[in-house]
């Protein structure tokens, strides 16, 4: 047992689990050295967990900083595609008003935006896998441009605003779904940690600061001006996608893919007569001659015949940059459409992808549900908000976000690294779930501290609602980085399908909540529902705890019998037949 990580027997190497560090005792247990087929870090501690390949083209050989580059600019791109969700949060009564229909009216808005970020990311993963996410950012940027110009033109007409919010939310679809599984296609293991934490400030904590702005800007420049704002600002950054975003997915060879092989398969050759060296690139520093005799014992057939190849055949050649701004650059998946279509509908019954999504998603959920409450109440007596006041109210959600993401930049790494050192350098993905202990902390009590301060606002005011509100946040951030990171070290050969049931669970379960749950205050009171639905939040986060022990037994048994995948590529066989 590895730290509380119940071991498995089953297979040689379980998906997942990975060699970090060369912990010196464990060497001389084994007898061993360090290997000199596996590339490190510049350390020379640190095995590069995927392994690079030789070809110039894999994003894990391009330079630290064009590869930050890259996760910047699609993180901008998020903080304002991640605006639109929450763009009428402020303006909930004023625009009840404006086209005279109800409050639930108004309120389906956001969630039919959210349902068309649901529906579209379904649709838009599989393409991601076959053809790769470049086309998908450029699609996604596209679309904001005209959706928000056509949100802000729909003046008095209702249904056109609502089918413009619908197209807002398929823009939005490929940044929510794809931009985490980019962050492992561009990093190894030891470097997915703050860049995770980045990657989902930007898509939550633009979320939260967009309210603040949109009360002061529809109060002095109307609401359509919030809808041109995006719009303008998706524009400036289109060139920028066009230009400085490539593709990031690679097929790599197999044996390269050290963290998701079930067997202990054979160090990858690094080849000095056929290695091209990257300047600037971290993954080029420390690397050994290779030993003949050892390869030839160790090898596969079919490695010794790819290593023949690379001894006699040139070296790749790196794509041009005119190349690179194409939209399609070849297929990363030999798969058909409709099988990866269909994959993430039984990935629900998958333990370790409902657990993230849970994880994940009931905290977004409730978010949600925050901020009913908030246009609710503080609209009304005794506080009596106008739109500003009410956006303003928005400060400690995004107060909170920042916590949440500075906090998880600084456990996530370090918490990782410490227990993989305690673990005799063997990296366990269960480890990331220490981040659910934060999210358990502030979570939760922002859920129930929100609650009972919002059911007598006379006495409590407008600060105890924002702080809870702020913790609640915090909590949310906490654990939507811990269950992408999860994903994406434990399962990241289907990231992109376990990225989409959680960006269709937290949508349709956030578009119910805006259905009914308006309702369900008024009839049941704001204290009773906040208590119910944190008590829920508890369980869901002690869920980790078998999550912790188990997942090791459940990546062997998954890769060992992968059900989930056989079955919905058998409906689509008989789907294709007929």
């Keep these: ?20 560090f060369d912990d010196e005792g464990r060497l001389r247990e084994e007898n061993a050295v360090h290997d000199p087929n596996l590339k490190y870090d510049t350390t020379g501690t640190i095995i590069l967990i995927p392994q690079p390949s030789n070809d110039p083209n894999d994003p894990l050989n391009w330079p630290l900083w064009r590869r930050d580059l890259i996760l910047l600019t699609l993180s901008l791109l998020s903080v304002i595609a991640s605006t639109l969700s929450p763009l009428l949060a402020a303006d909930t009564l004023s625009l009840s008003l404006y086209f005279g229909r109800t409050f639930t009216d108004v309120a389906l808005l956001t969630g039919y935006h959210l349902l068309g970020v649901g529906v579209a990311g379904f649709l838009f993963v599989p393409s991601a896998r076959i ?24 003046n008095k007409n209702y249904k056109s605003l609502l089918w413009a919010r619908i197209f807002q939310g398929i823009g939005l679809a490929p940044f929510e779904a794809l931009v985490n599984a980019s962050v492992g296609d561009l990093y190894h293991v030891h470097q997915r940690g703050k860049r995770m934490a980045l990657s989902n400030l930007a898509l939550f904590g633009g979320a939260f600061f967009t309210p603040v702005l949109v009360g002061k800007i529809a109060d002095t420049m109307s609401w359509q001006w919030t809808f041109y704002f995006v719009a303008i600002f998706s524009g400036a950054l289109l060139p920028v996608v066009v230009f400085f975003v490539p593709e990031t997915a690679f097929r790599r060879d197999a044996v390269f893919n050290t963290d998701t092989a079930t067997t202990n398969t054979p160090s990858p050759h690094i080849d000095p007569g056929s290695r091209i060296e990257l300047e600037g690139s971290p ?18 057939q ?25 939209a399609f650059n070849g297929r990363k998946s030999d ?3 409709l099988h990866l279509l269909l994959r993430p509908f039984t990935l ?10 849970l994880i994940q998603g009931t905290l977004i959920g409730w978010t949600v549900m925050i901020g009913i409450v908030l246009a609710a109440i503080m609209l009304g007596p005794p506080l009596f908000f106008g739109e500003v006041e009410t956006g303003y109210m928005y400060t400690g959600a995004f107060v909170g976000a920042l916590l949440g993401f500075v906090l998880a930049g600084l456990i996530s790494d370090w918490s990782a690294s410490y227990l993989t050192r305690l673990n005799r350098g063997i990296y366990e993905p269960e480890f990331r779930l220490i981040l659910v202990i934060p999210q358990l902390v502030f979570g939760c009590a922002g859920l129930y501290g929100f609650g009972i301060v919002s059911d007598n606002i006379g006495k409590y005011k407008w600060f105890w609602p924002d702080f809870f509100f702020a913790l609640e946040v915090m909590g949310m951030v906490l654990g939507a980085v811990a269950s992408a990171l999860y994903i994406v070290d434990a399962h990241r050969e289907i990231s992109v399908e376990a990225f989409t049931c959680l960006l269709v669970f937290k949508n349709i379960f956030s578009f119910g909540l805006t259905w009914s749950s308006y309702d ?8 009773p529902v906040f208590m119910a639905v944190a008590s829920v939040q508890v369980v869901v986060c002690l869920l980790s705890i078998p999550m912790y022990i188990f997942g090791k037994k459940n990546r062997s048994f998954i890769a ?19």
């Design 1 to 20: 047992m590895g730290l509380g990580v119940l071991n498995d027997t089953k297979l040689q190497h379980v998906p997942g689990t990975a060699t970090v």
């Design 131 to 154: 053809w790769g996410k470049r086309h998908l950012y450029l699609l996604g940027t596209v679309v904001l441009v005209f959706s928000s110009a056509w949100g802000g033109a729909s």
């Design 283 to 300: 993954n080029s520093v420390i690397e050994s001659p290779r030993d003949s005799q050892q390869d030839i014992t160790r090898a596969t």
């Design 302 to 326: 079919k490695e010794m015949s790819v290593e023949q190849a690379g001894d006699t055949a040139p070296p790749p050649t790196k794509t041009s940059w005119a190349k690179s701004l194409l």
């Design 335 to 337: 798969d058909k459409y």
């Design 348 to 357: 629900f019954f998958h333990p370790g992808i409902f657990w993230a999504c």
């Design 520 to 527: 369900w205050l008024v009839q049941t009171g704001v204290k």
């Design 560 to 578: 060992r019998h992968n059900i989930f995948f056989k079955i919905s590529d058998k409906v689509a066989d008989w789907l294709t037949f007929w």
